[in-house]
């Protein structure tokens, strides 16, 4: 989140227990969508509320009570029903970022991602976009890096691609920016999130996901303050 804040994104938050209108509906996500089933999503009992799949419900809270132009990260713990693994955990943490501004192209969104990936990992480190679809997003990407154990050569971490994939991107949909009364004839703007524990993975040679939850000094105390 600190090389988000140089770069001007102010930080955001919002309830763990959010509303079904907030972590789907007002993200263009359909009825239909298998995400807002019982087997992927926490509901809580006698409650209309469920524990929130994503952050990019502080995304819609933001943009409900500012006007644009918009500049936010939203990190935080995030909640899906998944089966526990050595790269799976139904409780983990996310960082987005959102930018909503005047004529915003998919442009300054890679400029970006480039940018916050260099000073994450390296001046070497080099980004790839890739075709993919989300709801709230359109046209969106996954997003590579350069993998950070063979410099892209090819090894066993990255399955001999030289990429390794990290998070998800795109231009903010029309229909969300419609939702909080956001005129997308005049606003436009991009979004990106990615996993926090997926980085410190990366980036400690940390192999199993549990680890981070397991409250092991042995394992806390080996690594540098500054990088955890």
Not at 147 to 154: D, E, I, Q, T, V
Not at 191 to 220: P, T
Request: charged share 20%.
């Amino acid at each position: 989140t600190g090389i988000l804040s140089l770069m001007g994104f102010s930080w955001a938050e919002g309830p763990l227990a959010e509303s079904d209108d907030n972590n789907f509906t007002k993200l263009n996500i359909p009825e239909h969508h298998p995400a807002r089933g019982m087997f992927d999503t926490f509901y809580l009992e006698n409650s209309p509320l469920l524990m929130r799949t994503h952050t990019s419900p502080v995304q819609i809270r933001a943009m409900e009570t500012s006007r644009p132009p918009l500049r936010i990260m939203a990190p935080g713990r995030v909640f899906r029903h998944e089966a526990v693994d050595a790269t799976h955990s139904a409780v983990f943490h996310q960082v987005e970022g959102l930018y909503i501004d005047k004529n915003v192209t998919f442009a300054d969104l890679k400029g970006t991602l480039d940018v916050f990936m260099q000073k994450l990992f390296g001046a070497q480190t080099k980004t790839r976009f890739r075709p993919s679809y989300f709801p709230f997003t359109e046209p969106s990407a996954e997003v590579d890096v350069s993998c950070l154990f063979c410099a892209g050569s090819g090894c066993p971490i990255c399955k001999h691609s030289g990429w390794i994939e990290l998070l998800g991107a795109g231009l903010v949909h029309p229909n969300v920016l419609k939702t909080v009364d956001y005129d997308p004839q005049v606003w436009s703007g991009f979004a990106f999130g990615v996993g926090v524990e997926r980085i410190a993975m990366l980036r400690l040679g940390v192999k199993d996901i549990r680890a981070f939850y397991e409250n092991d000094m042995r394992f806390l105390e080996q690594f540098d303050e500054n990088l955890v």
